[in-house]
């Protein structure tokens, strides 16, 4: 059964940094395009960034410039570098397969709160 299991959230200040970090177990993670989402309090959860099994990375237009992110494929592990934090990122952000759907199962996500 596929696990994920995100870490790395927390509260920052404005303009602030955080690395998020998810290992995934159960699936050969390096088969697969895989994708960071978050969802914000009363919003839908949304991709904001995705990686294919190649590298090529894409991101959303809210993101781009301030998030990274990365795939460590030795050690199942997907990473998101967020960078110039806006309070208006503050959402539980989860991992998760992005082509051709996420798996049929979530983590628990990471909490990301910007705010002064």
């Known amino acids: 059964q596929v696990q994920l299991v995100e870490s790395g959230g927390g509260l920052v200040q404005p303009g602030g940094s955080l690395k998020l970090s998810c290992v995934v177990s159960?699936?050969?993670?390096?088969?697969?395009?895989m994708g960071w989402y978050r969802q914000a309090t009363g919003k839908q959860r949304e991709l904001v960034a995705g990686?294919?099994?190649?590298?090529?990375?894409n991101y959303t237009n809210s993101v781009k410039g301030r998030f990274w992110i990365s795939r460590d494929n030795a050690e199942n592990t997907l990473y998101l570098q967020m960078n110039t934090l806006k309070p208006e990122d503050t959402a539980v952000y989860y991992c998760?397969?992005?082509?051709?759907?996420?798996?049929?199962?979530w983590g628990q996500g990471t909490q990301v709160t910007v705010s002064s």
């Open positions: 998760n397969r992005n082509v051709p759907a996420p798996f049929g199962i």
């Open positions: 159960g699936t050969i993670f390096g088969a697969w395009s």
């Open positions: 990686i294919t099994t190649t590298g090529t990375t």
